[in-house]
């Protein structure tokens, strides 16, 4: 329970009064008033005995449905607790806060959130062509000039974040896809399927089915989701790998030294990468670059959070905060809504198939 001075009375959530038993509740004797002045709704209160060290007492608690644990000034009275130090009988409790913006100030993992785009220091991918595979080299796509700057800007950043690298010939080749993203800015892709995808040996590692995730998930009531920058960009590729992805654009040739989105082994691999890290955590899953972690409380939950964390340090990743969700009790995952009760599909997801007309002769049927 949080020691409450300014409270007059001491207060569970109807959730733990069902946890220690449902003691029998009779009318609450008094009414109550939240620190807003809005009037405090309590199911009753039940007589107890009360320990706090070597001191015991009967007493009055009082249930509410809000999610409340309050020790307030009549315990601190009926135990004597005003005449001690509260150190002699509380522990201080320190937790991850509730959301990104504060999560990013903790000092041990400041660098995680830092910008710029590092990379993982533990792994590396190897891509394995087909024995019959033959070189394909593509030309260039055109981009429209209103493009160009932008198109220009982001291959700027990705040379200087060392994610490509200007080369002057190569026996394989791409054309590139540019693609807006949602916060605006502009992803730029090779279109490997024009050649290099059917070359290539498929990476036999396979994505978790939802249910599984959601298994792992089924005893947490908070949930945090965690979101890496780039995260394909993150992975080195081995040396000798690096040839068969390079890109053609309007300014030459570029080899991709980070596994790039596009190429058909990069789901496949970078789940293995994600999976190898945070193997052996509690109620941790994992889907592609969306890390989701849950506890039974807040206590259990902030622990899973913290080695999370560790992990992400240890392995060199970076984090977006701006799609990093903390403490919730309730998130949005791969199409279904997580909470306590369990999951459920997404409303926004099947809003069209539920509003759809019922079919009113074959060919509306059809």
């Not at 193997?279 to 409380?297: E, N, Q, R």
Request: glycine share 6%; aromatic share 6%.
């Amino acid at each position: 329970m949080m020691v409450d001075t300014g409270a007059k009375i001491t207060i569970i959530s109807e959730r733990n009064w069902q946890r220690i038993g449902r003691p029998m509740l009779r009318q609450a004797s008094i009414k109550a008033k939240s620190a807003t002045g809005n009037c405090l709704e309590l199911l009753g209160e039940f007589q107890c005995m009360l320990t706090i060290g070597q001191r015991s007492e009967e007493g009055a608690v009082r249930v509410t449905k809000e999610d409340l644990m309050l020790l307030g000034k009549d315990v601190m009275e009926l135990l004597g607790l005003w005449d001690v130090p509260l150190t002699c009988v509380c522990n201080k409790v320190t937790d991850v806060t509730t959301n990104s913006q504060e999560v990013t100030k903790l000092e041990e993992y400041k660098d995680l959130f830092s910008h710029g785009l590092e990379h993982c220091t533990k792994m590396k991918v190897s891509l394995e062509l087909k024995d019959d595979a033959i070189p394909v080299f593509r030309p260039k796509r055109p981009v429209s000039y209103a493009m160009l700057p932008a198109v220009d800007e982001e291959l700027n950043r990705l040379e200087k974040e060392g994610i490509i690298s200007r080369v002057n010939y190569s026996a394989w080749a791409a054309p590139i896809v540019v693609v807006r993203k949602a916060n605006g800015s502009l992803r730029i892709c090779g279109d490997y399927s024009t050649g290099l995808n059917n070359a290539l040996r498929p990476y036999e590692y396979p994505l978790p089915l939802p249910q599984d995730i959601f298994a792992n998930l089924a005893n947490s009531t908070i949930f945090s989701q965690i979101d890496l920058t780039d995260a394909f960009l993150q992975i080195e590729v081995d040396e000798e790998c690096r040839e068969l992805l390079t890109v053609n654009t309007h300014r030459g040739l570029y080899s991709y030294n980070r596994l790039p989105p596009g190429v058909k082994v990069a789901p496949g691999a970078f789940q293995q990468v994600m999976e190898t890290m945070l193997v052996g955590l509690k109620d941790v899953a994992v889907y592609l670059d969306d890390i989701v972690i849950g506890g039974a409380d807040t206590v259990a939950h902030n622990k899973n959070i913290r080695a999370v964390l560790d992990k992400l340090k240890e392995y060199g990743f970076r984090i977006r905060p701006e799609k990093c969700n903390f403490m919730q009790q309730q998130i949005r995952y791969l199409g279904h809504i997580l909470d306590r009760n369990g999951f459920r599909p997404d409303l926004a997801k099947i809003e069209a198939i539920t509003k759809m007309p019922s079919p009113k002769q074959p060919s509306e049927l059809r």
